[in-house]
Structure formats: C-alpha cells, structure tokens
C-alpha cells in the first residue's frame, strides 16, 4: 500500500507550480472575495455563522429596499460592520498581491470586497465590482460625498450621516442586495478577463453572482486558472492550480517563489 504524499509536501508542489504560472503570465488579473480579508479581522457578512446574521438577515437589511423604507435599520446593522472595516490593516495575502502588481506580473485586482485592503496594501489597479465605503452619496440629490468625514462620527457616536446641502440621508457607495453591480467597474472587470492569461482566484468561493462567473469566461478564452481558497469552488475542476487552504499562508509563498525562484 503506497502512502499518500503528505498535505504539506503536495501544498509545496501545487505553491510551485502556481508561482510557476505566475512568472509566465504577461496579463494576469486576479480575482479576490471575503476570503482575503477574514484574516484582517472582517467577518464574510454573506456567511452565516459570522456574527452579523445573528439578529438581522443581511439579505434583508443590507438591502435597497430596507434602505429606502427603513435606513436606520441598515444604518445599525452596518454600524460594527463599518467599524470593523474602517480599522482593519491589510494583511500578507494584500501586500503578497500589491507586490505581484509592483513586479509587472498582475494587471488588475478585480475584488467584490468594499473594505479598500487592496489599496492599503499598494495596489493600484483596483476594480470594485460591489462598490466602495471610501464613498457616499445623497439618496435625494444625488451628490456625492467623501466618507472619511462622516464614518468616524457614524461608527463611534451611530450618528447617521446626512447631505450637507439638503440634508437627505447618504448612502454608503457598497452594493447592497437587489442593486446593480456599478456599470464602469463591471465593464472594467470583463474587459480585462477577456484578455488575461492567467486568472487567481484568492479567498472567493465563488457563490455569488456575475462576479462568480468571470472564472470560466477567462478558462474559455484560453487563460490558465488558479484557485487559493480555504473550501473548495465550483471551477476547482477545471483549474491548473488548486490550493484548499488560508491565502494568507499560500499567497506570500507563491509569490516569493514567483518573485525569487
Ligand atoms: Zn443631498
């Protein structure tokens, strides 16, 4: 009876041959969800069992219709949410990816997360496919706003924020359920899928919807897939690479490897 290779050393040959992938690939976009940033303290709110599904289904509260009828509801729930977001550090899965940027290797970092680690980390080319808290805008005038001056007094008071010109309520620019994926961004997205050569997808399992598609376009047109996730995604099947494991372990690996051989 042959013994199986051992988890650890069948990792160290899939870490190899992704950073091998890597290294040859001229346009690669990288595909990040909750994944990435659970280890920087900031629960997958679309996951129950997190803490935030324990009075109030984000299905219902986190969206538009909730917001439009009942904002203050929204605005509670969002509270510890946006607390945690707004003081969380980016962590080694971030800074691995910002110096994948940085070396030429990755060209764009599609994410569906709203907490901006990406950009605290140094990356650059940044496409937010389910919006942004860097953001506000007026639900009654339209205008927009930075949210740098209203989070603070919103996370540590609950003061819900409001238009300086007519004082309509503002409404964070994240996506919430029942809203469009922001037009630009999505266009941004695809257009890059449809040129990469290599697609990474790190810490998404792919669940949600079109995000959760861009995968196979890319597979389709003849790009290589990796997938670093701690549960196993519907693509698994058709990708190079597959690591089941924490990005933020396996991405600094892939990318020393890929860096510095
Ligand atoms: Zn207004």
Redesign the pocket.
Known sequence: MTEPASPALASQTAIEDAAELVRKAKRAVVLTGAGISTPSGIPDFRSEGTGLWSRDEPLEVASLTTFRVAPERFFEWFRPLAGQIFYAKANAAHRALAQLEEAGHVKMIITQNIDALHQKAGSKCVVETHGTMKTLT?I????KFEAELFLKPFIDDGKIPT?T????ILKPDVILFGEQLPHSAWVMAQRAVRHCDLMLVAGSSLEVLPVAGLPVQALDRGAHLIVVNNTPTYVNVRADVVITDDVASILPEITKRALHG
């Open positions: 007026c009654r005038c339209y205008q238009c010109s007519c004082n309509g």
